[in-house]
């Protein structure tokens, strides 16, 4: 059941609704938004990491942006996997004869394997639960500036989605102190979006 639903977080996509830059170039607001969405941390779910960082390939240029979620370069479950494969070798190597080697690939298959399977499936699902999102800039002439929109794909960018919404939304002030301003305060609508599997 947990690999189908990474499977499906895979492919679902969350697009937020299009943000304006008013007089801001595509390339001056692609670094504005590179370090807003590398300086985002997911620490809810935090699986593979939580942390962002841009990714240099296809998907990245001057008209899009792309962040996945960097994979930790070890684990608990690789120190277990290393610490028992060396513990392994030592029982066999210092097994002698023919029943003590079997005592010895006993333990091996009832500790060892074990762990390495539950190691292999860590890295399995930390690929899978790998999260991205994506920011697509586009010039516009009115208002001159430009437009971003925001994709969001995978577990830790879709808990990130409010953080993402807040901060882009515009600024307005707290209820009590318009109220105390004498200003009617805006009336809150939800924020539109889509879901889409592009």
Known sequence: MAFVLGIVLRIWTITLAPVVFANVSPPHTSDMVASFLEGVSETRFGFPSGIFRIHEGKNTSDERITVREIQPNYSVTDGCAAMSTSVGVGIIADADGCAEMIIALV??????????ALNATEKIFRKLLESEVRADFMPIAEPEGTEVTIRLRGISAILLRPAYEEALSEPRLPDDIAIAAGIKPPPTEAKPWSETND
């Open 107 to 116: 333990i091996v298959a009832f500790v060892a394997v074990p762990i390495w």
